[in-house]
């Protein structure tokens, strides 16, 4: 047990405030460029987009009673599903910011989804619903993930190469042979230390920083959804949401897939405790309520997941620690700008690293739960699930159904999940070891003998 409390894992409060407050920087940095890039591609507001992140991820941890370790970012599945959107808008006459108040409605509309399938959880219970995401379901789920989202990270550092090399270069130096507070802030320090390398390097341009405001507002009423109640065109209405709401098909399993990395991660079988239909909800109403006020949809972010595995300190009071400073930082422009003058490289090398921690939790998650790919179903799942992921992704980009167009993880996510359930042969079963009521502690349905017999420890403890 002692052992494990060295280790960080669930209580990060014996490192002290001080450590506590960094450890939140780390993830928010973590966090940043990625959720800064949806609006920047968007053209969605940035301080909206870091004030509902902030706001977000504490719902979200009031949803899972404050036991979850995740952050909520913007979510990159939405993005063919807002230039949809702008495209028909434009044929119809609408301006880029008018349609995307459009979008909005539907994206709020998807979260709604979330809430479907959050009852589906709770009245059918995680052994019965979880038939249908087994691990060779989620598994590659992850891997595509993290694969999919490498190829940003390859083309940010691509923007000058020997900057990424050196934030990796750090990461990798204080993660390995770093003590004490420097092993637990390698992201933080990779960031830093070529984002000031660079700056000395003159790699880096200040002026929007400069002329930045100290203080603004980060939400404007003509921005969000309730500005579409104006003079609705209730047409465009529908067309938005039959646009947007089938994405969330794929958001969904991608969040299955995340908290299955997190449960992995923190050796704590958060599938039942608090329970997907907790998780489910908290990542539909933050969804909902960022797209009424005019920021991206939000979701479960890997990128925060990599720093847990790197750093291992699981205490979700860090990751809140984090939303609480993305909604400060929300209030200041100037501050949006600094970050916004990282260098595309620093990003990039940053990122390598975390979506390849993705894609190494969906291999774990393979492993761990002993998937028998000596049984052809099952290599046929997955090696269904990868191809049209990647295949997709790198391809046409997405495929169109009528109106509506869905991404190569959607394609996927879908496949796998129906091919799953009416092939023979399913060999995966929930662990039902300690779910008898019998035994003192939480359930462990679902954990790895190493997570049993570390439970088994925090209950003699």
Not at 110 to 135: E, H, W
Request: aromatic residues 10%; positive net charge; contains cysteine.
């Amino acid at each position: 047990m002692e052992e494990a409390k060295q280790e960080g894992i669930y209580d990060a409060s014996s490192l002290g405030k001080g450590k506590m407050m960094v450890l939140g920087f780390q993830h928010m940095f973590a966090m940043f460029g990625a959720t800064v890039l949806v609006p920047l591609i968007t053209g969605l507001p940035i301080s909206a987009t870091l004030l509902f992140a902030g706001i977000g991820t504490l719902i979200f941890h009031l949803c899972t009673k404050w036991m979850v370790p995740a952050f909520l970012g913007s979510s990159f599945a939405f993005l063919g599903g807002y230039a949809s959107v702008v495209e028909m808008g434009g044929a119809l006459g609408y301006t880029a910011p008018v349609a995307l108040t459009y979008a909005c409605v539907g994206v709020a509309c998807a979260g709604i989804m979330y809430f479907i399938l959050s009852a589906l959880f709770y009245f059918y219970g995680v052994r019965k619903t979880m038939r249908f995401f087994p691990p060779v379901v989620t598994g590659p789920i992850i891997i595509s993930i993290g694969l999919i989202l490498s190829a940003s990270a390859i083309n940010n550092a691509q923007s000058c190469w020997w900057i990424a090399i050196l934030a990796i270069a750090i990461i990798v130096v204080a993660n390995v042979f770093g003590k004490g507070m420097i092993k637990i802030i390698p992201i933080l320090l990779g960031v830093l230390g070529s984002y000031l390398v660079a700056a000395c390097a003159g790699k880096v341009d200040f002026t929007p920083m400069k002329e930045a405001a100290w203080f603004g507002l980060p939400v404007q009423f003509e921005n969000t959804a309730f500005a579409v109640l104006k003079n609705p065109d209730w047409s465009f209405v529908w067309t938005a949401i039959i646009a947007i709401v089938p994405i969330s098909f794929a958001t969904m399993i991608e969040h299955i897939g995340d908290i299955c990395a997190i449960t992995s991660t923190c050796r704590r079988n958060y599938l039942e405790n608090p329970g997907l239909h907790r998780t489910l909800l908290g990542d539909g109403l933050a969804t909902m309520i960022a797209a009424l006020f005019g920021a991206p949809a939000n979701t479960t972010y890997g990128e925060n997941t990599g720093v847990l595995n790197l750093t291992r300190v699981y205490d979700p009071k860090v990751v809140r620690i984090a939303a609480f400073l993305a909604i400060l930082f929300s209030f200041s422009p100037k501050f949006a700008q600094l970050i916004y003058c990282m260098p595309t490289a620093t990003v990039g090398g940053v990122s390598l690293v975390l979506y390849g921690m993705i894609s190494a939790v969906g291999v774990r998650n393979l492993v761990e739960n002993k998937v028998n790919f000596q049984n052809n179903r099952n290599v046929l799942v997955a090696a269904l699930i990868l191809v049209l992921a990647i295949g997709i992704q790198y391809g046409p980009g997405s495929v169109a159904i009528g109106k509506v167009s869905l991404s190569g993880l959607a394609i996927a996510a879908i496949a796998g999940i129906v091919l799953n359930a009416i092939l023979p042969g399913k060999d995966f079963k929930l662990d039902a070891e300690y779910t008898s009521g019998k035994t003192a502690g939480p359930n462990t349905e679902g954990f790895t003998e190493e997570m049993k017999q570390y439970r088994r420890h925090k209950d003699q403890d």
